[in-house]
C-alpha cells in the first residue's frame, strides 16, 4: 500500500513539475526568447563554472591527499617492496605532474573561450611539430618508466640463483588459509586435493618422505632477514594470497601450483613501533572505541583478494615476523604431518 | 546494396515510405517495432540501454549503502530484494551478486550496446549519406537479440538460487560450480544464455556498420573525409568482430565444463566434502580467453565516446577538431595495440613473469595515442569559440576523466606496481573513471548532442546544466577518493570492510562516497525527466540547430525512410571547416562545394 502511494506521489510530482517547466516555457516564447539557445550569458557562467571547478578540483585533491595520508600502506615490511614503493613514488610524481598540467590546461581553455555570438574562433587545422613534441614527450616519459618498471618486475620475480629460500606452501580453501612448512628438509612432500581424508586437510602424501617432516599451521610465521618462497595452491576455487604490508600478492590456482619470494624485513613488533603505524593504530582505536568494541593491535595479514564465494570478505590469516630465535620456539611447539597421523 | 541504388532512383517525393516498392504498408509494427530503419533502432537501442542503465545504478546504490552502512537495516532493501535481505540488511551471497550484474549490465547492456548500438545506428547511415544500413533486416535481428538478451538478464535477478554472482569476469571454477556459491546455479546459465544472445546481436550489428561504412559512403566521401564519429564506430565494429567470438568460446567451454562433464577449466577441485572428477583443465585458460575480447571490449566502450565528443568539441568550440590524421592515426593505434594487452589483468595469476614484462611493455604503449588524443582535444578547445551546451559540458567532462582515468592506467599496467594495486579498490576507481565516467559522459553528450536529430525537439538547456554539473561533481566525488582506499590496501568486491580492524579507519571515506553515489543516482532524475518530457513535449527544433558541417543535419527533421528525399547529398569537403576564414559564416556544411579560389584544408 505504501509502495502504491509513493509511486502515485512521484507520478504526481513528475506532472507538476512538467506543467511547471511548461509554463515557463510558454512565458519565454510569449516574450520572444528561445530559452534552449545557448546565449552569450550562458557560455559565461558555464566558463566561469569550469574555472570554479577546477580550482575546487584542487583544492579537494590536495585536502584529501593530506587527510588520507594516514590511511595508507604503511612502508614496506619487505625487501623487494622497497623497490616497489620507489617505484610506485616516481610514477607518483610522474602521473601527478601530468595532471596538474593537463587538467588546468583543459578547464582554463575552457574558461578563457568562451564563446560570444560575435566573435570567430581561429582556424587551425594542426600542427606537425606540436603533434610531434607531444608524441615523443610521452613517449621518451614512458620509456623511462618501462625500463624502471620492468628492472624492478625482474628483480622481484627473479631471485638470485645462490640464495635457498626456506619453502613455504600457502594453502587455500573457501573460507579460510593454511601454511604448510617444509620442515627440516626444506622439501615439501607432494599433495593433491584427492588425497585429503580426516585430519589431512590439505591432501599430502604420506607416501611421500617428504611430507613427513612438514608442519600444518593456521598462523603465518617468518623469520626476519630470510628469503622465503611461498608456493601457492588452492583447494576449490582461485583465491589470491594478498598481503599488502610485504607488496606480496599471487592468484592461488586449483590444478596448479603459483609461486612468489620475499625477503621480510621488518619484525611485528618493529613495525608496530613505526611513526604511521602509531598513528593509523590510534585512529582505529578511537573509532573502535567509540563503537564499544576490542582494540586494535597492529598486526601483519594475509588476505584474499580474488572473488571466491559469500564470506570472501572474511578470509584471513595472521601473519607474524620475528627473530630466528622466536621463530624456532613457535615452530618447535608445532606438529609435524606424521605426528599429527 | 541494390536495394538502396533502386530506393533512390525510385524516390520522388518527401512522404514517408512513398519510395517503397519493396516494403510493406507502414503500421505499428512495422514502424514501432520490428523496424529496419536504422533511426527507429537507433531509439529502440537507446530506450533499452537507458531502461538496463537505470537497473545499473540502483543497484549500485544499493550496495554502497551496504559499503557504507554495513549492519544497518534499510526498509528498501528489504523492500527490493526481499529473502535475500532480512531486516533490511542485504547478505553477503546477494551483494555479490549485485556487484556482478551491476558491472555485466553497465559494461555490455549500456555502455556497448546503449551506446554504440544506438550512435552507430543512428549516425553511420546519416553521416555518410546512406539511405540506411547495407542489411536493414540484419541490423533489426541485432536490436532483437539484444532485446531478448536484456530480457533474459533481468529474469536472471528472480531465480529462488539468485543471479550469477561470481563478479562480471565470471572466473571459473567460482561460476562454474554451485557448490561453491548458489548464484552459479541456475542464475549462471541465464547469465550464459543471455550473453550468448549478445554476443549475437553485437556481431550482427558490427558486421553491418562494418559493410556499410565501406561501401555505402555518397559520393565524395572518401574515408579521409569522414567524421571522426564514423572512424571511431567503423574501428569499434572491427573491434567486436575479432574478438567478441573469443568471448562466446570461451562461454562454451564454460558450458561444456558446468553441463557435460569436460575439463576445459577445472582440476583437482575439493568442495562439498567431495573430489570433483575433473582433471587437466586450467582456470587461467578462461583469463587468457576472457581477456583476450574484455580488453578490446574496454575500447569498443570507450572510442565510440571518444568518436561523439571529437564531433561535439569541434563543432561547440566552432573550430576544426586539431590534428584529424592524428586523431584516425591514434584511434588505429589504440585499437591495433587493445589486442596484445590482455595480459595485464593477469599479472599475479602465476603466468610466466616474462609475459608479463611483454604486456607491461605493450600495456603502456597506449598511453601514446591516448597523449595524443588528449593533447588534441585540449588544443581544439584553444582559441575557439566554446558554446557551452550540454552536450559540450560532457564531452570537456570526458577529457578530463579520460586523462585522470588513463594516468592511472600508467600505475596499473605497470606489473611490479600492479603486484599491491591489483583487485584495490585503486584498479575500481581506474576503470570507473578511465571507462565507465568517460563513455557514459560520451553517451551524454551524444544524447544531448543529436537528440534534435533523433525526436526533432530540442532538450531543455536549464535542466541540462544542473544534470551535467550535478553529475560531474558526484562521478569525481564518488571514484577519486577510491584511489586512496586502494593505496590502503582495501580489496574490491567485500561485502563488509569490517572484518579487518585495519580498514576501520576508511569507513568514513565510503560514507562520502556513498553519499556522493546516492547524489549522482538523484541528479539522473532530472535526466530522465528532461530526456521523456522533451520527447513529448520538447521544443521543436531546427533542422541544423548547432550549426554542424555533418551530412546528418542536412536531412529533414521529419524521419523519413531513405533519410534524404531526392538524390543523396554530395560530399564536397571534410567535415570540419568552421570559422574557415573567407567564409561568410563560422560553418560550410560538407555539401558545400569549394568556393572559387578556396583551398581544402584537408
Same mark, same amino acid.
Given at each position: 500500500?505504501?509502495?502504491?502511494?509513493?509511486?502515485?506521489?512521484?507520478?504526481?510530482?513528475?506532472?507538476?513539475?512538467?506543467?511547471?517547466?511548461?509554463?515557463?516555457?510558454?512565458?519565454?516564447?510569449?516574450?520572444?526568447?528561445?530559452?534552449?539557445?545557448?546565449?552569450?550569458?550562458?557560455?559565461?557562467?558555464?566558463?566561469?563554472?569550469?574555472?570554479?571547478?577546477?580550482?575546487?578540483?584542487?583544492?579537494?585533491?590536495?585536502?584529501?591527499?593530506?587527510?588520507?595520508?594516514?590511511?595508507?600502506?604503511?612502508?614496506?615490511?619487505?625487501?623487494?617492496?622497497?623497490?616497489?614503493?620507489?617505484?610506485?613514488?616516481?610514477?607518483?610524481?610522474?602521473?601527478?605532474?601530468?595532471?596538474?598540467?593537463?587538467?588546468?590546461?583543459?578547464?582554463?581553455?575552457?574558461?578563457?573561450?568562451?564563446?560570444?555570438?560575435?566573435? $570567430?574562433?581561429?582556424?587551425?587545422?594542426?600542427?606537425?611539430?606540436?603533434?610531434?613534441?607531444?608524441?615523443?614527450?610521452?613517449?621518451?616519459?614512458?620509456?623511462?618508466?618501462?625500463?624502471?618498471?620492468?628492472?624492478?618486475?625482474?628483480?622481484?620475480?627473479?631471485?638470485?640463483?645462490?640464495?635457498?629460500?626456506?619453502?613455504?606452501?600457502?594453502?587455500?580453501?573457501?573460507?579460510?588459509?593454511?601454511? $604448510?612448512?617444509?620442515?627440516?628438509?626444506?622439501?615439501?612432500?607432494?599433495?593433491?586435493?584427492?588425497?585429503?581424508?580426516?585430519?589431512?586437510?590439505?591432501?599430502?602424501?604420506?607416501?611421500?618422505?617428504?611430507?613427513?617432516?612438514?608442519?600444518?599451521?593456521?598462523?603465518?610465521?617468518?623469520?626476519?632477514?630470510?628469503?622465503?618462497?611461498?608456493?601457492?595452491?588452492?583447494?576449490?576455487?582461485?583465491?589470491?594470497?594478498?598481503?599488502?604490508?610485504?607488496?606480496?600478492?599471487?592468484?592461488?590456482?586449483?590444478?596448479?601450483?603459483?609461486?612468489?619470494?620475499?625477503?621480510?624485513?621488518?619484525?611485528?613488533?618493529?613495525? $608496530?613501533?613505526?611513526?604511521?603505524?602509531?598513528?593509523?593504530?590510534?585512529?582505529?582505536?578511537?573509532?573502535?572505541?567509540?563503537?564499544?568494541?576490542?582494540?586494535?593491535?597492529?598486526?601483519?595479514?594475509?588476505?584474499?583478494?580474488?572473488?571466491?564465494?559469500?564470506?570472501?570478505?572474511?578470509?584471513?590469516?595472521?601473519?607474524?615476523?620475528?627473530?630466528?630465535?622466536?621463530?624456532?620456539?613457535?615452530?618447535?611447539?608445532?606438529?609435524?604431518?606424521?605426528?599429527?597421523? | 546494396?541494390?536495394?538502396?541504388?533502386?530506393?533512390?532512383?525510385?524516390?520522388?517525393?518527401?512522404?514517408?515510405?512513398?519510395?517503397?516498392?519493396?516494403?510493406?504498408?507502414?503500421?505499428?509494427?512495422?514502424?514501432?517495432?520490428?523496424?529496419?530503419?536504422?533511426?527507429?533502432?537507433?531509439?529502440?537501442?537507446?530506450?533499452?540501454?537507458?531502461?538496463?542503465?537505470?537497473?545499473?545504478?540502483?543497484?549500485?546504490?544499493?550496495?554502497?549503502?551496504?559499503?557504507?552502512?554495513?549492519?544497518?537495516?534499510?526498509?528498501?532493501?528489504?523492500?527490493?530484494?526481499?529473502?535475500?535481505?532480512?531486516?533490511?540488511?542485504?547478505?553477503?551471497?546477494?551483494?555479490?551478486?549485485?556487484?556482478?550484474?551491476?558491472?555485466?549490465?553497465?559494461?555490455?547492456?549500456?555502455?556497448?550496446?546503449?551506446?554504440?548500438?544506438?550512435?552507430?545506428?543512428?549516425?553511420?547511415?546519416?553521416?555518410?549519406?546512406?539511405?540506411?544500413?547495407?542489411?536493414?533486416?540484419?541490423?533489426?535481428?541485432?536490436?532483437?537479440?539484444?532485446?531478448?538478451?536484456?530480457?533474459?538478464?533481468?529474469?536472471?535477478?528472480?531465480?529462488?538460487?539468485?543471479?550469477?554472482?561470481?563478479?562480471?569476469?565470471?572466473?571459473?571454477?567460482?561460476?562454474?560450480?554451485?557448490?561453491?556459491?548458489?548464484?552459479?546455479?541456475?542464475?549462471?546459465?541465464?547469465?550464459?544464455?543471455?550473453?550468448?544472445?549478445?554476443?549475437?546481436?553485437?556481431?550482427?550489428?558490427?558486421?553491418?556498420?562494418?559493410?556499410?561504412?565501406?561501401?555505402?559512403?555518397?559520393?565524395?566521401?572518401?574515408?579521409?573525409?569522414?567524421?571522426?564519429?564514423?572512424?571511431?564506430?567503423?574501428?569499434?565494429?572491427?573491434?567486436?568482430?575479432?574478438?567478441?567470438?573469443?568471448?562466446?568460446?570461451?562461454?562454451?567451454?564454460?558450458?561444456?565444463?558446468?553441463?557435460?562433464?569436460?575439463?576445459?577449466?577445472?582440476?583437482?577441485?575439493?568442495?562439498? *566434502?567431495?573430489?570433483?572428477?575433473?582433471?587437466?583443465?586450467?582456470?587461467?585458460?578462461?583469463?587468457?580467453?576472457?581477456?583476450?575480447?574484455?580488453?578490446?571490449?574496454?575500447?569498443?566502450?570507450?572510442?565510440?565516446?571518444?568518436?561523439?565528443?571529437?564531433?561535439?568539441?569541434?563543432?561547440?568550440?566552432?573550430?576544426?577538431?586539431?590534428?584529424?590524421?592524428?586523431?584516425?592515426?591514434?584511434?588505429?593505434?589504440?585499437?591495433?595495440?587493445?589486442?596484445?594487452?590482455?595480459?595485464?589483468?593477469?599479472?599475479?595469476?602465476?603466468?610466466?613473469?616474462?609475459?608479463?614484462?611483454?604486456?607491461?611493455?605493450?600495456?603502456?604503449?597506449?598511453?601514446?595515442?591516448?597523449?595524443?588524443?588528449?593533447?588534441?582535444?585540449?588544443?581544439?578547445?584553444?582559441?575557439?569559440?566554446?558554446?557551452?551546451?550540454?552536450?559540450?559540458?560532457?564531452?570537456?567532462?570526458?577529457?578530463?576523466?579520460?586523462?585522470?582515468?588513463?594516468?592511472?592506467?600508467?600505475?596499473?599496467?605497470?606489473?611490479?606496481?600492479?603486484?599491491?594495486?591489483?583487485?584495490?579498490?585503486?584498479?575500481?576507481?581506474?576503470?570507473?573513471?578511465?571507462?565507465?565516467?568517460?563513455?557514459?559522459?560520451?553517451?551524454?553528450? *551524444?544524447?544531448?548532442?543529436?537528440?534534435?536529430?533523433?525526436?526533432?525537439?530540442?532538450?531543455?538547456?536549464?535542466?541540462?546544466?544542473?544534470?551535467?554539473?550535478?553529475?560531474?561533481?558526484?562521478?569525481?566525488?564518488?571514484?577519486?577518493?577510491?584511489?586512496?582506499?586502494?593505496?590502503?590496501?582495501?580489496?574490491?568486491?567485500?561485502?563488509?570492510?569490517?572484518?579487518?580492524?585495519?580498514?576501520?579507519?576508511?569507513?568514513?571515506?565510503?560514507?562520502?562516497?556513498?553519499?556522493?553515489?546516492?547524489? *549522482?543516482?538523484?541528479?539522473? *532524475?532530472?535526466?530522465?525527466?528532461?530526456?521523456?518530457?522533451?520527447?513529448?513535449?520538447?521544443?521543436?527544433?531546427?533542422?541544423?540547430?548547432?550549426?554542424?558541417?555533418?551530412?546528418?543535419?542536412?536531412?529533414?527533421?521529419?524521419?523519413?525512410?531513405?533519410?534524404?528525399?531526392?538524390?543523396?547529398?554530395?560530399?564536397?569537403?571534410?567535415?570540419?571547416?568552421?570559422?574557415?576564414?573567407?567564409?561568410?559564416?563560422?560553418?560550410?556544411?560538407?555539401?558545400?562545394?569549394?568556393?572559387?579560389?578556396?583551398?581544402?584544408?584537408?
Amino acid at each position: 500500500m505504501s509502495a502504491l502511494l509513493i509511486i502515485i506521489v512521484l507520478v504526481l510530482a513528475g506532472v507538476a513539475i512538467g506543467q511547471a517547466v511548461r509554463i515557463f516555457e510558454i512565458s519565454n516564447a510569449l516574450k520572444g526568447k528561445d530559452e534552449n539557445e545557448i546565449t552569450d550569458d550562458d557560455n559565461k557562467r558555464q566558463g566561469w563554472y569550469m574555472l570554479i571547478f577546477m580550482f575546487g578540483m584542487f583544492i579537494t585533491f590536495i585536502w584529501m591527499s593530506a587527510s588520507y595520508w594516514e590511511v595508507m600502506l604503511p612502508k614496506s615490511a619487505s625487501v623487494h617492496g622497497k623497490e616497489v614503493d620507489n617505484l610506485m613514488a616516481i610514477s607518483m610524481i610522474v602521473i601527478t605532474a601530468m595532471f596538474v598540467v593537463t587538467q588546468p590546461l583543459l578547464f582554463y581553455f575552457a574558461f578563457k573561450y568562451k564563446g560570444k555570438k560575435a566573435n $570567430r574562433a581561429t582556424f587551425v587545422s594542426h600542427n606537425d611539430k606540436l603533434e610531434l613534441i607531444w608524441t615523443f614527450i610521452p613517449a621518451i616519459v614512458l620509456a623511462g618508466l618501462i625500463l624502471y618498471g620492468l628492472s624492478t618486475w625482474n628483480s622481484t620475480m627473479f631471485r638470485p640463483e645462490d640464495e635457498e629460500p626456506m619453502i613455504v606452501e600457502i594453502y587455500a580453501k573457501q573460507f579460510g588459509w593454511n601454511a $604448510r612448512y617444509s620442515g627440516a628438509d626444506n622439501q615439501l612432500g607432494y599433495a593433491n586435493v584427492r588425497n585429503i581424508a580426516g585430519v589431512n586437510v590439505l591432501g599430502v602424501d604420506d607416501t611421500d618422505g617428504a611430507s613427513l617432516d612438514d608442519i600444518v599451521t593456521t598462523e603465518l610465521h617468518l623469520p626476519v632477514g630470510k628469503p622465503v618462497l611461498f608456493r601457492f595452491r588452492a583447494q576449490d576455487v582461485i583465491h589470491s594470497a594478498f598481503m599488502p604490508h610485504f607488496r606480496v600478492q599471487m592468484n592461488c590456482v586449483p590444478g596448479a601450483v603459483t609461486q612468489f619470494a620475499v625477503t621480510p624485513d621488518v619484525t611485528t613488533v618493529e613495525m $608496530r613501533k613505526e611513526q604511521d603505524v602509531i598513528a593509523k593504530t590510534a585512529t582505529i582505536n578511537a573509532i573502535r572505541k567509540a563503537k564499544g568494541e576490542e582494540l586494535y593491535e597492529f598486526d601483519y595479514v594475509l588476505l584474499c583478494n580474488k572473488i571466491c564465494g559469500s564470506a570472501h570478505y572474511n578470509m584471513q590469516m595472521k601473519i607474524v615476523v620475528e627473530s630466528q630465535e622466536e621463530f624456532d620456539n613457535w615452530m618447535s611447539s608445532q606438529k609435524t604431518f606424521a605426528e599429527t597421523l | 546494396m541494390s536495394d538502396i541504388q533502386s530506393a533512390e532512383t525510385m524516390h520522388t517525393d518527401t512522404h514517408d515510405h512513398s519510395h517503397d516498392d519493396h516494403h510493406h504498408e507502414a503500421n505499428f509494427w512495422n514502424t514501432y517495432v520490428f523496424s529496419q530503419d536504422h533511426k527507429m533502432i537507433a531509439k529502440q537501442f537507446l530506450l533499452t540501454g537507458i531502461v538496463m542503465g537505470t537497473i545499473g545504478m540502483m543497484m549500485s546504490v544499493l550496495f554502497r549503502l551496504q559499503l557504507a552502512w554495513p549492519e544497518q537495516g534499510f526498509p528498501i532493501l528489504e523492500k527490493l530484494l526481499g529473502k535475500w535481505a532480512p531486516d533490511g540488511v542485504m547478505d553477503s551471497s546477494i551483494y555479490l551478486a549485485l556487484v556482478t550484474i551491476h558491472g555485466t549490465i553497465m559494461v555490455f547492456f549500456v555502455l556497448t550496446a546503449g551506446l554504440s548500438g544506438t550512435f552507430s545506428n543512428l549516425l553511420i547511415p546519416l553521416q555518410i549519406g546512406a539511405r540506411d544500413m547495407a542489411s536493414g533486416f540484419m541490423n533489426m535481428l541485432s536490436y532483437w537479440f539484444f532485446f531478448v538478451s536484456s530480457v533474459i538478464m533481468v529474469i536472471s535477478l528472480f531465480v529462488t538460487s539468485g543471479p550469477a554472482s561470481a563478479g562480471w569476469t565470471v572466473y571459473p571454477p567460482l561460476s562454474a560450480l554451485p557448490q561453491a556459491i548458489p548464484g552459479s546455479g541456475a542464475g549462471m546459465t541465464l547469465w550464459l544464455v543471455s550473453m550468448t544472445l549478445f554476443i549475437v546481436s553485437s556481431l550482427l550489428g558490427a558486421l553491418n556498420y562494418i559493410v556499410t561504412v565501406l561501401n555505402l559512403r555518397t559520393k565524395g566521401m572518401s574515408m579521409t573525409r569522414l567524421p571522426l564519429t564514423i572512424w571511431a564506430f567503423f574501428v569499434t565494429a572491427i573491434l567486436g568482430v575479432l574478438s567478441f567470438p573469443v568471448l562466446l568460446s570461451a562461454a562454451l567451454l564454460l558450458v561444456f565444463d558446468r553441463s557435460m562433464g569436460t575439463s576445459f577449466y577445472l582440476s583437482d577441485i575439493f568442495i562439498g *566434502g567431495e573430489v570433483l572428477d575433473h582433471a587437466g583443465g586450467s582456470p587461467v585458460l578462461f583469463q587468457h580467453l576472457f581477456w583476450f575480447l574484455g580488453h578490446p571490449e574496454v575500447y569498443i566502450i570507450l572510442l565510440p565516446a571518444l568518436g561523439i565528443t571529437s564531433e561535439v568539441i569541434a563543432t561547440n568550440s566552432r573550430k576544426p577538431i586539431f590534428g584529424y590524421r592524428a586523431m584516425v592515426g591514434s584511434i588505429l593505434a589504440i585499437a591495433f595495440l587493445s589486442f596484445i594487452v590482455w595480459g595485464h589483468h593477469m599479472f599475479v595469476t602465476g603466468m610466466n613473469p616474462f609475459l608479463g614484462s611483454v604486456f607491461t611493455f605493450t600495456t603502456l604503449l597506449i598511453a601514446i595515442p591516448s597523449a595524443v588524443k588528449a593533447f588534441n582535444y585540449i588544443t581544439t578547445l584553444w582559441k575557439g569559440n566554446i558554446r557551452f551546451t550540454p552536450a559540450m559540458l560532457f564531452s570537456i567532462a570526458l577529457v578530463s576523466t579520460f586523462i585522470t582515468g588513463g594516468l592511472t592506467g600508467i600505475i596499473l599496467g605497470d606489473s611490479a606496481l600492479d603486484i599491491n594495486v591489483h583487485d584495490t579498490y585503486f584498479v575500481v576507481a581506474h576503470f570507473h573513471i578511465v571507462m565507465g565516467l568517460s563513455a557514459i559522459f560520451g553517451m551524454f553528450a *551524444g544524447i544531448y548532442h543529436w537528440f534534435p536529430r533523433m525526436w526533432g525537439r530540442r532538450m531543455n538547456k536549464t535542466m541540462g546544466y544542473f544534470h551535467f554539473w550535478l553529475t560531474f561533481i558526484s562521478a569525481y566525488g564518488v571514484f577519486f577518493p577510491m584511489h586512496f582506499l586502494g593505496m590502503a590496501g582495501l580489496p574490491r568486491r567485500y561485502y563488509t570492510n569490517t572484518a579487518f580492524p585495519m580498514f576501520d579507519d576508511l569507513a568514513d571515506i565510503n560514507i562520502l562516497i556513498s553519499n556522493f553515489a546516492i547524489l *549522482g543516482a538523484i541528479a539522473q *532524475g532530472i535526466f530522465f525527466f528532461n530526456f521523456f518530457y522533451s520527447m513529448f513535449r520538447g521544443k521543436r527544433s531546427a533542422q541544423n540547430p548547432w550549426k554542424s558541417n555533418t551530412l546528418e543535419w542536412t536531412a529533414p527533421v521529419e524521419h523519413i525512410h531513405g533519410n534524404w528525399p531526392g538524390e543523396l547529398p554530395t560530399v564536397h569537403r571534410w567535415a570540419y571547416d568552421y570559422s574557415k576564414p573567407g567564409m561568410d559564416e563560422d560553418f560550410v556544411p560538407q555539401t558545400i562545394p569549394l568556393g572559387p579560389g578556396e583551398e581544402e584544408t584537408h
